[in-house]
């Protein structure tokens, strides 16, 4: 069978076209190799950088891939600084739920949610919040952001646009080599 | 091309150009009588289509505000998104699969066969297989079903085979890569398909049959026959007789205009069609045009279905090729000691990751969820699609509330599972979890049926004018000049994807119209 690379490559493009909103210093880092780190939420103009940093991690903890990087987490949550900056309504939302999250971070662990060692940990605080409408806006805006990154897709085995590359007609559709026989 | 003056009170005039809309525009254009489509949707052409999910939902699919109740989960998941269809000219036929299967005799006949069920609207039909087996076989050659008129199957792809070794385990007889509207061969001027993927996206290759370059063209090419995108009917008006005279839409400037008719054909599909004939309520009608019956809107129905995923230790991409590879049709039998009545297909289904993410498990999150998705490239997939009961209180009506840009309340959907549905669709997550560990599935998921993409039933065709809202032919049994040309005329669904159908009674309708026409009986 034909099968996927799935080792993940810088893609220029994104960057270059803005493809997805990546904060430059991310983008540095991906393309020498270089840990992510947290410098990357300091040019936030509306939410706070923690907020974003929490947001980051959130989004991992709600949608865990361990074989993605900390650069397609951030990609899909530094949209809300834009969204906050436009609309104060959203601003107070995230602003608010991420406090409400902390203080029961601190309630529990003694530190603030990003700071909670354990991942089973922080998921079970995420779950004390699941109902309200912070989560769920961030939870439903997030199954698009993080898995309609186009670099991703090849991490997970799928191909995207295929009839620019003339459909798998000769290209694989078929040839699936495993199946017991009949 | 046509152009037709809006004073021009000699034209059949249809609202919407996807199976039956499209496909009643080109059968009255060949025979010469001056049609005038209105399409609220914009006309996007082959070259325009997106090999990428969410930008084509995007481009093509109905987002206009709908408002939902009841207890189906799409009420809660996706509130305003009860239906998955299309709004572009080609109407659903733009993103359909290309199952083009023909009802079974049984099917025609619910309530004689399946008997007084609680809760459940039954009706026969007024039409019998008998008399619509030639309008089958007109509609198969027109879209060029395989397995018919000599056409070859299509090509099994990894998905389906994966569903084939696993029923043949189980010991299904009839699984093949089904009666699909879509070129093996070139056939009709376009090409053959090139498994692609992307059904639901748009055929890139025009491999698959869709009003929007088969139908359409043809009819503009008659010079009887103008479409009219960004054009959204908002009323039907009606003379002091009760004829229908004409359409008030509202075109793509957002300026309202008034086209005359001789004819007004609805086929806006099983929503917006009881919608439209709901809002052109008049002192006359003060419920509705043709709703003397009290059932327009009512028996909706949107077929018993539900998503299979198998995973496996090894590598499937069911996403490469056809979407709907092949099909199980052995469960689609009447057979009552299944703990239910009526019958159900499997037919295989893929989706890319983007949409796997939003539909496998609404609103779940978490490493359960997400293990899932890290397996992607090892899933296989499959669909059911079954016949749902229909019910009086599945129900589309008015919204108190919400209105659209026009200023008109909106359609409200509700929905909720008759005890048949929920019994055959645990039979059918059984069966289908079976046949993907027939062959070493390590993990099975279900998932709950999507937005609705078969929408039927809510103007029904009835042998009596009390029980439905147009007889067999479509024509509204208050309003001799009024039609529905959509699956909002099917009186019960079957265990078939509809557009088959809804294509072959668009050929009945047509000649009828035509001969009424002639006949100076409309």
């Known amino acids: 069978m034909r099968e996927v690379d799935r080792r993940a490559t810088f893609d220029r493009r994104r960057f270059l076209h803005g493809v997805a909103v990546i904060p430059p210093a991310v983008a540095v880092a991906a393309r020498v190799g270089l840990p992510v780190g947290t410098a990357w939420a300091d040019t936030a103009k509306s939410l706070k950088p923690e907020t974003l940093q929490t947001l980051a991690c959130m989004a991992r903890d709600i949608y865990p891939h361990d074989h993605l990087s900390d650069l397609y987490y951030i990609a899909a949550v530094t949209t809300w600084d834009d969204k906050a900056a436009k609309d104060d309504a959203v601003k107070v939302l995230v602003e608010g739920g991420v406090a409400r999250l902390d203080q029961d971070a601190q309630d529990r662990h003694g530190s603030a949610y990003a700071a909670v060692a354990a991942e089973d940990d922080r998921t079970a605080l995420l779950r004390g919040i699941e109902q309200t409408a912070f989560f769920r806006k961030l939870r439903s805006d997030l199954v698009v952001s993080l898995y309609n990154q186009h670099d991703l897709w090849p991490l997970f085995g799928y191909e995207g646009s295929s009839a620019d590359k003339g459909g798998y007609i000769h290209r694989g559709f078929d040839d699936i080599d495993w199946l017991p026989g009949v | 091309m046509a152009q037709f003056d809006l004073n021009d009170d000699g034209l059949v005039v249809i609202i919407g150009s996807g199976a039956g809309g499209g496909t009643l525009g080109n059968e009255l254009a060949q025979k010469g009588v001056k049609t005038v489509i209105l399409e609220a949707g914009a006309r996007h052409e082959i070259q325009d289509f997106i090999n990428d999910e969410w930008a084509s939902f995007v481009q093509l699919a109905w987002t206009d505000a709908r408002t939902t109740s009841g207890g189906w989960r799409v009420a809660h998941d996706f509130p305003n998104l009860p239906a998955w269809i299309v709004k572009s000219v080609g109407g659903s036929t733009v993103h359909w699969a290309g199952a083009s299967l023909r009802f079974e005799e049984h099917e025609f006949k619910a309530r004689t066969t399946y008997g007084a069920v609680p809760g459940a609207a039954l009706l026969d039909w007024p039409v019998t297989l008998q008399e619509m087996e030639p309008w089958y076989a007109k509609a198969e050659d027109r879209m060029g079903v395989t397995r018919t008129n000599g056409i070859a199957g299509l090509p099994g792809n990894n998905n389906y085979k994966v569903l084939e070794a696993g029923a043949k385990k189980l010991g299904y007889k009839e699984v093949h890569t089904g009666r699909m509207a879509i070129n093996s061969q070139p056939r009709d001027g376009r090409g053959a398909c090139q498994q692609i993927g992307f059904c639901f996206q748009g055929c890139k290759s025009g491999a698959k049959w869709s009003t929007l370059y088969t139908e359409i063209p043809k009819g503009e090419a008659t010079g009887n026959l103008e479409v009219r995108p960004g054009c959204m009917a908002v009323k039907i008006e009606h003379d002091a007789s009760g004829k229908v005279t004409g359409v008030v839409y509202v075109d793509g400037d957002g300026k309202t205009q008034r086209q005359k008719a001789r004819v007004v054909a609805v086929a806006g599909n099983s929503i917006e069609s009881p919608r439209l004939l709901l809002n052109s309520a008049s002192s006359q009608f003060p419920d509705g045009l043709a709703n003397s019956s009290g059932q327009v809107g009512r028996n909706y129905m949107r077929h018993t279905t539900g998503t ?109 599972d008759h005890a048949n549905d929920k019994a055959m669709r645990d039979h059918a997550y059984r069966q289908g979890s079976a046949i993907y560990e027939a062959v070493g599935a390590t993990r099975v998921i279900r998932t709950p049926p999507y937005p609705s993409t078969h929408n039927l039933g809510t103007n029904r065709m009835s042998a009596k004018p009390r029980d439905g809202v147009v007889n067999s032919h479509g024509q509204a049994h208050d309003i001799r000049n009024l039609f529905v040309s959509d699956g909002s005329q099917f009186t019960t669904g079957a265990a078939c994807n509809p557009t088959l159908t809804i294509v072959a009674l668009a050929v009945r309708q047509a000649a009828f119209i035509a001969e009424s026409m002639g006949k100076k009986e409309i």
């Not at chain 2, 709907?324 to 299944?338: F, K, L, Q």
């Not at chain 2, 949409?355 to 899932?372: E, I, K, N, V």
């Not at chain 2, 589309?396 to 409200?412: C, E, F, M, Y």
């Open chain 2, 308 to 416: 299979v995923w198998g995973m496996f230790d090894k590598p499937v991409h069911m996403y490469r090729g056809t979407t709907m590879a092949g099909i199980v049709r052995d469960e689609a039998r009447n057979d009552p000691s299944r703990g239910f009545l009526g019958g159900y297909e499997l037919e295989t289904l893929s989706l890319g990751l983007p949409f796997l993410a939003a539909f496998l498990d609404p609103g779940a999150w978490g490493r359960s969820f997400t293990s899932a998705l890290d397996d992607y490239a090892n899933m296989a997939g499959m669909w059911i699609v079954g016949e749902d009961m229909p019910q009086e209180g599945n129900r589309i009506t008015l919204d108190p509330v919400v209105k659209d840009a026009n200023g008109l309340p909106v359609a409200s959907v509700h929905y909720d």
